[in-house]
């Protein structure tokens, strides 16, 4: 088959869809590879480092897209993007669409078919989507600590505390990959941590990362005077492929102090939290009720070079599949088709 990466347009997307090392995996199993110039850059990998792994470097993405049969991407198509799909295309990247039906309508349009990588499950678990959650668990914490000290309009808080001082409280809605990430990052920095979740065995895992962390049931209630009290708010609540609920209204919100952050993990599917809007790193931070909202749709953009090594070994197993011919018996990756034939087909996005 005919592989086609291109470089990755939305700001400051630094990541690349596979590293060099597993580019040639693919050339060594017959196919052929193809990268557009500079493609790997931001993330540590020059053209050299895919010229002298097989893969071909090619000038331009008109000149990717010209060439590929499987277009492997690792952000949705944007902007000119779009206007260089064809119907014949199979694409295969994070795509979101349940936050994005213009995306949506734009593909059915094309008439390619395009699969998800957050809709690649199997064993009840969401591979791809997983190693990227993880780090936008622990960037969210990062992010969100940063936000909090005043000359960056937060409250000037040090989330750990000093021996007088009191802690600061983490509150994490959901404890999946991202908000387990999370959860252990600010406890080991010593925050009060309150993580909430449905599920009591992860309820179970969260409590026994630490003695200053809390694991309740989402009651409104509980929600109520958690939320009114956080430092830092962490929206962390996935349902694989649809759009995220709405966990946290406005009026919780508004009911947080001035200075105080969120940081709405769940903004790629539209986020858990209603005052949530995306934002790209060229911009990423908003006020609404005295809140900063750092709600970037990419967030492990800001860590290439780890999030591209991160994704490429989880990401090739799946290529190597989906590059053979008869992908379409695989039941995994024919339940991850998102659109095909002008079509909505995934069940979540219906």
């Excluded at 986020?271 to 790209?280: A, V």
């Excluded at 070994?313 to 190597?320: K, N, R």
Aim: proline fraction near 6%; charged fraction near 20%.
């Amino acid at each position: 088959m005919r592989i086609g990466i291109p470089k990755e347009i939305k700001p400051l997307e630094g990541r690349v869809a596979l590293v060099p090392q597993a580019a040639a995996d693919l050339v060594h199993a017959g196919h052929q590879v193809s990268i557009q110039s500079g493609a790997g850059e931001a993330s540590g990998f020059s053209d050299e480092d895919y010229a002298g792994a097989g893969i071909q470097v090619l000038p331009g993405a008109a000149d990717v897209y010209g060439q590929a049969q499987l277009i492997l991407k690792v952000k949705e198509p944007v902007g000119k993007e779009l206007e260089l799909l064809r119907p014949d295309h199979l694409l295969f990247s994070f795509l979101h669409l349940a936050a994005l039906p213009g995306l949506t309508q734009k593909l059915c349009e094309i008439g390619l078919t395009a699969i998800a990588f957050e809709t690649v499950e199997e064993q009840h678990r969401l591979p791809i989507l997983s190693p990227m959650s993880n780090i936008a668990g622990r960037i969210a914490i990062q992010a969100g600590t940063h936000y909090l000290h005043r000359p960056s309009g937060g409250k000037g808080l040090m989330l750990g505390g000093l021996p007088g001082t009191q802690r600061g409280k983490v509150v994490i809605i959901g404890a999946g990959n991202a908000g387990g990430n999370a959860t252990h990052l600010a406890a080991g920095m010593g925050a009060e941590v309150v993580v909430f979740d449905r599920q009591p065995g992860k309820l179970d895992a969260m409590m026994a990362m630490g003695s200053n962390i809390t694991a309740l049931y989402p009651y409104r209630d509980a929600l109520d005077e958690q939320v009114s009290r956080a430092d830092l708010l962490i929206g962390a609540v996935l349902i694989p492929g649809a759009k995220a609920p709405k966990i946290v209204s406005r009026e919780q919100v508004c009911s947080m102090q001035p200075g105080s952050v969120i940081v709405d993990i769940a903004v790629d599917q539209g986020g858990c939290i209603e005052t949530t809007r995306p934002t790209t790193y060229d911009d990423p931070v908003y006020r609404e009720c005295g809140v900063s909202h750092f709600c970037v749709t990419n967030i492990p953009g800001a860590v290439p070079r780890t999030a591209s090594l991160a994704l490429s070994a989880s990401l090739l197993p799946y290529c190597q599949r989906l590059a053979g011919d008869d992908w379409r018996e695989d039941d995994v990756l024919k339940a991850a088709i998102n659109v095909e034939n002008g079509a909505v087909v995934h069940p979540a996005l219906r």
